[in-house]
C-alpha cells in the first residue's frame, strides 16, 4: 500500500488530488455535534495542501437516497475544515457537475477544495458495477491522484471508495495507515490479556466481531441494549428492553463456546431501569431505578448498567495488556444513564492497556463526555470498518489501496 510520503517523493506540486475522506458528521440543523472525523484528516489534507497540490476532497454524509436533499449537504463541514485548516475551503454544490468542474479548475497550487454529499449521486452506492463504474469515471475526470483516508467508509464498495482507486494512481492517506497499524495490535501483536468491551443496540450487529473474538480475547464484556438479548438468552427477565429474539440461539452458541474455550464472558450483573424512555433534547430529569439484571420489571426498560456492574468491568479492564471498546453502555446522552459509559471510559484511561475506542458511538461519548482523546491509544474513526477488519474480512476500500 503506497503512502503520501512515496507520493510526495514523486513530486505532486500543481497536481490534482482527490482526497477520499470521511466527514460524516453529526449536525443539528447547519451546527456540527462532533467535529472529530474532519479534525483527523485535516493532516492528510494540510500535507497536501503544504506540497503544491490542488487538493479535492469528497465525502458522503448521512443517507440520502442517490438525489440532493438540503438536510445532508456537507456545506458546514467545508466551513469548519477550513476553520481547522486555517485557511478558505471552496465548495462546489454538486459532486461532478458544473460546480465541481469550475470549483476545481479555479483551484491554485495549495488550495483545498469540498464537493457535495457524494451520495447525492446514485452512482455512489448503486450495486451496479457498471452505474457505480461510470460515476467513478467523472469523478476520475476531476483529478490526477487518488488518495484514500476516509476509513469510516472503506468497508463499503462504493465507487468513490471501491471503483475510483482503480483509475488513477493512488495511495493511502495518514490516517488510514493510521488505522490499519492500530487494528494489528488487535489482530497479530495483541499484549494480553485481551479485553473487548461491546456495547451499543444491536446484538445482531456485533455478532460477527464477537464469533471472531472468542478465539482471540481473553476477556469479553457486554453492555448496552445488546445485553439484553444475552441476559434473556440466560433465562431472565428483560421487561420492554431492547431484544432480538431471533438472536437468542446464537448468544447461547457463543455463551456455550466462551466456556468451552476458556473467555471470560461478562454481562450485566445490575441495571437502570425506567418506563419511559429519558428526554434527550431537554435531559429532563428521568428518575431511573436500581435492579438487578436478573429482576427487569416486565413493564420497565434497561437503560444503562448499574454501579457493581461499574465496578465490575472497571476491575476485568485494570490488568488488561490490550482493550479494543465499541459501543456505549447505555443511553449516555443522558445524564442519569452517562454513568456507565463514563465508567468504562475511566476504566480504559484507569488501565495499562493499550486502548481502542472504536469509533461511532463510543467516540462520540467519550467526547461528550469531557475525555480527553489524547489520553486513549487511540480512537478510531470508524466504528463499522473497525468491526468487519476484526470479523476477518476483506475491506474493499483497503483492498483498492494495495499495489
Known amino acids: 500500500m503506497k503512502t503520501i510520503d512515496e507520493l510526495l517523493q514523486d513530486g505532486i506540486e500543481g497536481k490534482r488530488v482527490f482526497v477520499r475522506a470521511d466527514l460524516n458528521v453529526p449536525l443539528e440543523g447547519t451546527t456540527i455535534t462532533d467535529d472529530g472525523r474532519i479534525r483527523a484528516v485535516a493532516p492528510t489534507i494540510a500535507k497536501l495542501a503544504a506540497a503544491g497540490?490542488?487538493?479535492i476532497v469528497a465525502s458522503h454524509l448521512g443517507r440520502p437516497k442517490g438525489a440532493?436533499?438540503?438536510?445532508y449537504s456537507l456545506a458546514p463541514a467545508a466551513t469548519r475544515l477550513g476553520e481547522i485548516l486555517g485557511k478558505s475551503v471552496s465548495f462546489a454544490t454538486d459532486t461532478v457537475g458544473d460546480s465541481a468542474k469550475a470549483t476545481v479548475a479555479a483551484l491554485a497550487n495549495g488550495e483545498v477544495t469540498l464537493l457535495e454529499n457524494l451520495r447525492f449521486n446514485a452512482g455512489e452506492t448503486?450495486?451496479?458495477d457498471?452505474?457505480?463504474g461510470a460515476f467513478a469515471d467523472e469523478l476520475a475526470a476531476l483529478a490526477d491522484l487518488y488518495v484514500g483516508d476516509g476509513f469510516g467508509a472503506v468497508h463499503r464498495k462504493h465507487a468513490s471508495v471501491f471503483d475510483l482507486p482503480a483509475r488513477l494512481p493512488h495511495a493511502a492517506g495518514d490516517l488510514i495507515a493510521t488505522e490499519v497499524g492500530v487494528l494489528k495490535k488487535l489482530t497479530d501483536e495483541v499484549r494480553r490479556p485481551y479485553v473487548v468491551v461491546l456495547g451499543?443496540?444491536?446484538?445482531?450487529?456485533?455478532?460477527?466481531v464477537i464469533?471472531?473474538?472468542?478465539?482471540k480475547a481473553d476477556r469479553i464484556l457486554i453492555g448496552g441494549g445488546m445485553s439484553y438479548t444475552f441476559l434473556k438468552a440466560k433465562g431472565h427477565e428483560v421487561g420492554i428492553s431492547l431484544l432480538q429474539e431471533d438472536q437468542i440461539p446464537v448468544c447461547l452458541e457463543y455463551l456455550a463456546r466462551a466456556e468451552k474455550r476458556g473467555v471470560e464472558f461478562v454481562l450485566p450483573v445490575d441495571v437502570l431501569v425506567s418506563a419511559d424512555f429519558p428526554d434527550l433534547k431537554t435531559k429532563a430529569p428521568a428518575n431511573p431505578e436500581l435492579v438487578a439484571a436478573e429482576a427487569i420489571p416486565a413493564d420497565k426498560e434497561g437503560l444503562d448498567i448499574g454501579p457493581k456492574t461499574r465496578e465490575l468491568y472497571a476491575a476485568?479492564?485494570?490488568d488488561a495488556g490490550t482493550v479494543f471498546w465499541n459501543g456505549p453502555m447505555g443511553v449516555f446522552e443522558h445524564p442519569d444513564y452517562a454513568n456507565g459509559t463514563k465508567a468504562v471510559a475511566q476504566g480504559l484511561l484507569d488501565s495499562p492497556a493499550f486502548t481502542v475506542v472504536g469509533g461511532g458511538d463510543s467516540a462520540a461519548a467519550v467526547r461528550t463526555l469531557g475525555f480527553d482523546e489524547n489520553a486513549f491509544g487511540h480512537i478510531s474513526t470508524g466504528g463499522g470498518a473497525s468491526l468487519e477488519y476484526l470479523e476477518g474480512k476483506t475491506l474493499p476500500g483497503l483492498a483498492a489501496l494495495e499495489d
Open 53 to 55: 497540490a490542488k487538493v
Open 68 to 71: 440532493p436533499d438540503p438536510q
Open 126 to 128: 448503486s450495486k451496479d
Open 130 to 132: 457498471a452505474e457505480r
Open 200 to 208: 451499543g443496540a444491536k446484538v445482531s450487529d456485533k455478532l460477527g
Open 211 to 215: 464469533d471472531n473474538l472468542l478465539e
Open 316 to 318: 476485568k479492564l485494570a
